[in-house]
């Protein structure tokens, strides 16, 4: 099947980037989910992808929006049963604070950024979303903080691209937005029925408005500063 190509065009004002698990645990060695990725990052170089989409999209003056995922031993409360992933990230650990009014022991740990990211999230203007509790934007600020914005065309990656991005590009696309997104600034991970990233990038070009690579992402934000 020959899907159309409806395409994405930036515009000042109206665009922002969106990335997922911006986090230790999945983008740093060590963090406790890295090794289910790892393979895939060093074929498709997301992390090195990741910060340049973070750097251009600064360049462009372009909104930063980061949708982190965190769990807090209250969550450790919860008595409905999770699905696959839910349950492996809870074995793992991942994204673990101590709660969400101390940033006691968040410094360094597997829910913090990696380092190389900071000066990009840290600079007072990228906006740190309320954490996405499963998947998908729809437990969080995300809709809320660009609909005040009046953003509208938003670009799309982070590390779990069958998951965490998918589930956002979804969420995106029910409540209206234009989405694009980046190919090689994703990962994922295998199981018995195939590859996590391959999964991904079928399912973004099915749903998705447009599907770039960093490359094609970096050059159409140089153009909105011209």
């Not at 990009?120 to 437990?139: A, F, I, R």
């Not at 069958?162 to 969420?171: G, S």
């Not at 980046?182 to 998705?208: K, M, P, W, Y």
């Amino acid at each position: 099947m020959r899907l159309p190509n409806p395409g994405l065009t930036l515009e000042p004002g109206r665009t922002a980037l969106v990335l997922t698990d911006l986090q230790n645990d999945f983008l740093s060695p060590g963090g406790n989910g890295w090794a289910l990725f790892a393979d895939s990052y060093a074929r498709n170089g997301t992390v090195e992808n990741l910060g340049r989409l973070l750097k251009a999209a600064k360049a462009a003056g372009l909104p930063v929006l980061i949708s982190p995922h965190y769990y807090y031993p209250t969550d450790k409360d919860w008595t409905a049963p999770g699905g696959a992933t839910e349950v492996l990230m809870a074995q793992l650990p991942v994204f673990q604070r101590r709660g969400p009014l101390t940033l006691d022991g968040l410094a360094g740990s597997g829910a913090d950024f990696p380092e190389q990211f900071k000066p990009h999230v840290c600079d007072g203007k990228t906006v740190v979303l309320s954490p996405h509790k499963v998947y998908g934007s729809s437990t969080n600020d995300l809709v809320l903080q660009l609909r005040k914005r009046r953003i509208e065309k938003v670009v799309v990656a982070g590390p779990a691209g069958n998951i965490c991005v998918e589930a956002h590009l979804r969420d995106l696309l029910e409540h209206g937005f234009e989405v694009a997104m980046v190919r090689d600034a994703i990962g994922g991970t295998s199981n018995e029925e195939g590859d996590g990233v391959q999964a991904a990038l079928v399912n973004f070009r099915f749903l998705a408005h447009a599907l770039w690579t960093t490359d094609e992402a970096v050059a159409r934000f140089a153009d909105l500063s011209r």
